[in-house]
Nanobody, 124 residues
Framework: QVQLVESGGGLVQAGGSLRLSCAGS????????MGWFRQAPGKEREFVAV???????NYADSVKGRFTISRDNAKNTVYLQMNSLKPEDTAVYYC??????????????????WGQGTQVTVSS
């Protein structure tokens, strides 16, 4: 298993930017695919972005061109840079790890380890 801790959430105005970080424990962090998901009140958890162990990336259509996922394996950290934020981006954002390192799955069911979540609120 890998333990994950998110940080960087907060309140931002529409059109603004925010960068989320997810710090992972373990010597095998580099072997995991890492994903970001979000969940708004009354809605199901939805896929945001994923990056494989070797850098293959997949984004949800709703965030393409606005969000960027990246990772620094030397620091056991994955990032989500969020630009041009919209009120509909408001949600709790979760970091997740998939032991299938080469995968860019968009399904939450394929991720075994999850962080505690960090709140992102975008005001209009």
């Amino acid at each position: 298993q890998v333990q994950l801790v998110e940080s960087g959430g907060g309140l931002v105005q529409a059109g603004g930017s925010l960068r989320l970080s997810c710090a992972g424990s373990g010597r095998t962090f580099a072997n995991y695919a890492m994903g970001w998901f979000r969940q708004a009140p009354g809605k199901e958890r939805e896929f945001v972005a994923v990056i494989s162990s070797w850098g293959r990336i997949n984004y949800a259509d709703s965030v393409k061109g606005r969000f960027t996922i990246s990772r620094d394996n030397a620091k056991n950290t994955v990032y989500l840079q969020m630009n041009s934020l919209k009120p509909e981006d408001t949600a709790v954002y979760y970091c997740a790890a998939d032991r299938r390192g080469g995968s860019v799955s968009t399904s939450a069911d394929t991720f075994e380890s999850w962080g505690q979540g960090t709140q992102v609120t975008v005001s209009s």
